[in-house]
C-alpha cells in the first residue's frame, strides 16, 4: 500500500487547510482509512478515521467539530477538511491505512499498531 499525503502548509489562527492522501496498491474501498499528526516532543495521536464505506467516523476531542474526514473510494483518496485551525494543531499530520478489511472508524482509530502510513505533511498554525 502506497500513501501519498499532500495539503499542508503555514497558515493563520483561523484558517482553514485541505489535506488530501492519495492512496495506491491494494483495494482502497475496503479499508478504514485515518489521520494522525505528531507535534514536536509529543507522541502519535489520532486526529480522525473514517470507516471503509466511510458510513463512520471518529474524532479526537481536540479537533471535533472543525475537523471533516471525507473519503472518495472511486478516487482512492481520504481528505481532513481543518476548519478554525489553532496553533496547538501545528503538526506534521499523516494518513494511514487500516491493515485490516472492513473496520469501522472505531476500529481504526485505536488500533494499536498500523503498518500503513504517508509521508506525512507539515501543517503550521501561526497565532
Known amino acids: 500500500v502506497q500513501l501519498q499525503a499532500s495539503g499542508g502548509g503555514l497558515v493563520q489562527a483561523g484558517d482553514s487547510l485541505r489535506l488530501s492522501c492519495a492512496a495506491s496498491?491494494?483495494?482502497?474501498?475496503?479499508?478504514?482509512m485515518g489521520w494522525f499528526r505528531q507535534a514536536p516532543g509529543k507522541e502519535r495521536e489520532i486526529v480522525a478515521a473514517?470507516?471503509?464505506?466511510?458510513?463512520?467516523?471518529y474524532y479526537s476531542d481536540s479537533v471535533k467539530g472543525r475537523f471533516t474526514i471525507s473519503r472518495d473510494n472511486a478516487k482512492n483518496m481520504v481528505y481532513l477538511q481543518m476548519n478554525c485551525l489553532k496553533p496547538e494543531d501545528t503538526a506534521v499530520y499523516y494518513c494511514?491505512?487500516?491493515?485490516?478489511?472492513?473496520?469501522?472508524?472505531?476500529?481504526?482509530?485505536?488500533?494499536?499498531?498500523?503498518?500503513?502510513w504517508g509521508q506525512g505533511t507539515q501543517v503550521t498554525v501561526s497565532s
Open positions: 494511514a491505512a487500516d491493515a485490516r478489511q472492513f473496520s469501522t472508524a472505531q476500529g481504526m482509530a485505536f488500533r494499536s499498531r498500523h503498518d500503513y
Open positions: 496498491g491494494r483495494t482502497f474501498s475496503s479499508y478504514a
Open positions: 473514517i470507516s471503509w464505506s466511510g458510513g463512520s467516523t
